[in-house]
């Protein structure tokens, strides 16, 4: 498995930036990013594969980008023009199981404690 440590969560007002980081332990085949509400389910907004190709889902599409620097062996999701909505717990996860929507939980082998973010 890959470790994996969040940071950079907080409270922000809506409209705000926050830039959430994600230490690894090392390399994985995919990185992604995961948000989960109260009482919602963990779902999958960001990816960024092994070549470096990004996807996004469409709430987040415009105001949020992922990116990664392989010599500090950390993800980031740089999160701007944040809105109420976006409050949430954010995970960052590594090592998909391919063949499978990587939106999905279960494509994951590794997941972070998590980040909370806050916008008011």
């Known amino acids: 498995q890959v470790q994996l440590v969040e940071s950079g969560g907080g409270s922000v007002q809506a409209g705000g930036s926050l830039r959430l980081g994600c230490v690894y332990s090392r390399a994985a085949n995919a990185m992604a990013w995961f948000c989960q509400t109260p009482g919602g389910e963990r779902q999958g907004i960001a990816l960024r594969d092994g070549s470096g190709s990004t996807e996004y889902v469409d709430s987040v599409t415009g105001r949020f980008t992922i990116s990664q620097d392989n010599t500090k062996k950390t993800l980031y999701l740089q999160m701007d023009s944040l809105k109420p909505e976006d409050t949430a717990m954010y995970y960052c996860?590594?090592?998909?199981?391919?063949?499978?929507?990587?939106?999905?939980?279960?494509?994951?082998?590794?997941w972070g404690q998590g980040t909370q973010v806050t916008v008011s």
């Open positions: 996860v590594a090592d998909r199981a391919w063949g499978v929507s990587w939106k999905r939980r279960a494509t994951w082998k590794s």
